[in-house]
Nanobody, 113 residues
């Protein structure tokens, strides 16, 4: 069973930055990966995705502020988040975009002054 471990979240002021990491217990070679988030009382939403060839796609709400990347050798996916806004507050998760594995615990991101 593949395990996902997200880390790097925290409390940050508006306009600040965070870099999230996701480590996968199995290989991510050939796996289309994505980051999602879920705010309190909201459904989980797709934030960014990255193909095996590192082509990226972003939701309109984060485009230009977030950057997804991957390291196939390390089995890791990253999310660089800049110019953070209060509405970015959520628990962030990574997963296999096409065939989701069991979800990890996620990492809490709180943007507040």
């Amino acid at each position: 069973q593949v395990q996902l471990v997200e880390s790097g979240g925290g409390l940050v002021q508006p306009g600040g930055s965070l870099r999230l990491s996701c480590t996968v217990s199995g290989t991510i070679f050939g796996i289309y990966m994505a980051w999602y988030r879920q705010a309190p009382g909201e459904q989980r939403e797709l934030v960014a995705r990255i193909t095996t060839g590192s082509t990226t796609n972003y939701s309109d709400s984060v485009k230009g502020r977030f950057t997804i990347s991957r390291d196939n050798v390390k089995g890791a996916v990253y999310l660089q988040m800049d110019s953070l806004k209060p509405e970015d507050t959520a628990v962030y998760y990574c997963n296999n975009y096409r065939s989701p594995w069991y979800w990890g615990q996620g990492t809490q991101v709180t943007v507040s002054s």
